[in-house]
């Protein structure tokens, strides 16, 4: 019994942890074992899709393209509202908990970077994962732009808010939303930094239709998403869910 759950909480991770792409340096959160090859950037049309926003785009002098440039240090507790297509959703961020992780999400919160952005994979009874930006120029800048860890302080429970990562010292942009307990994932690295404080039913009703993303499942491919952007998710993943935008609000 032991040996089975070790195997299936050793299957979560991986399906969990990210990898590089082979030839791309890509910060994927992809199971290992697909060694996947990134696909060359496509045209494709946009059907309409639940995120109403036109197809997202920065302009040139975006502080977005500079991630070197956004390393403010967070307050010592904020909340942000994420507007979904499926309601409103607040988190409360406690730096004390994962500071590193508090401070990236900080600026990628003020400087805008959450907007027009997949729900890409959603597992039921596990999380819900999202934060490869929607244009293939901003998504390229940030897959290299790594945080170093912090010692998780908190459990992954339900609710609770973590960075994906692809091994040690390799977070970026990627945040899951944990479904349930997933206290497994505690001593495996992954540090909440913040936790679902209203709106939890909102997360529960994200679109989870496609499952498991690809080759693992029938959902998006990460490479692709990182390349063609969400042309690609709007084109193939019409029922993906959205997140309009995040903004910091007062409490």
Known sequence: MNRILLLAAASLLLALTGCKSEGTNANQAQPPAAQQQQQPAQQQAQPAAKSQQPATAVPA???????????????????????????????EV????????????????????????????????????????????????????????????????RGMVSF?????????????????????????????????????????SLYKGYGEGAPRGRGPNQGRIQTEGNAYLRAEFPELDYLKKAEIVAD
């Open 61 to 91: 002098d975006s502080p977005l393209l500079a991630p070197e440039k956004l390393t403010e240090k967070a307050p010592d507790k904020f909340r942000v509202r994420l507007e979904t297509t499926k309601g409103p959703v607040v988190l």
């Open 94 to 157: 406690d730096r004390s908990w994962a500071p590193n992780g508090a401070d990236r999400f900080y600026n990628l919160v003020k400087n805008g970077y959450y907007t027009d952005i997949a729900f890409f994979r959603a597992i039921d009874n596990f999380m819900v994962q999202f934060g490869i930006h929607g244009d293939p120029k901003v998504a390229a800048k940030w897959r290299d732009a790594t945080i170093p860890d912090d010692p998780p302080q908190q459990s992954n429970t």
């Open 164 to 204: 994906a990562t692809s091994g040690p010292n390799s977070r970026t942009t990627q945040v899951f939303i944990n479904y349930k307990d997933n206290s497994f994932l505690d001593r495996m690295g992954f540090a909440p930094f913040a936790r679902v404080v209203e709106g939890m039913e909102v997360v529960d």
